[in-house]
């Protein structure tokens, strides 16, 4: 949804999937690209990355109390 993958770690398998990605329009690539960035300001900043991690730590101490 937000990156490219491959299905199988070899030369063949990589080039095949550039020639894919790189036949995309440039339309298409920066749809995706809109969507990763967006993906990343709303889930991946520090602040949001801190707030999971305290809600993981009060969840734990919960669990435990």
Not at 35 to 41: L, Q, S
Not at 56 to 60: A, M, Q, T
């Given at each position: 949804?937000?990156?490219y993958t491959i299905n199988e770690v070899t030369v063949?398998?990589?080039a095949q999937r550039i020639i894919e990605i790189m036949?995309?329009?440039?339309?298409e690539l920066n749809a995706k690209a809109e969507?990763?960035?967006?993906?990343?300001?709303n889930n991946k900043t520090s602040d949001r990355q801190i707030k999971r991690m305290i809600e993981?730590?009060?969840?734990?101490f919960d669990e435990n109390a």
């Open positions: 949804q937000y990156y063949d398998a990589l036949s995309y329009s440039e339309e969507k990763a960035y967006n993906f990343i300001m993981f730590l009060f969840d734990r």
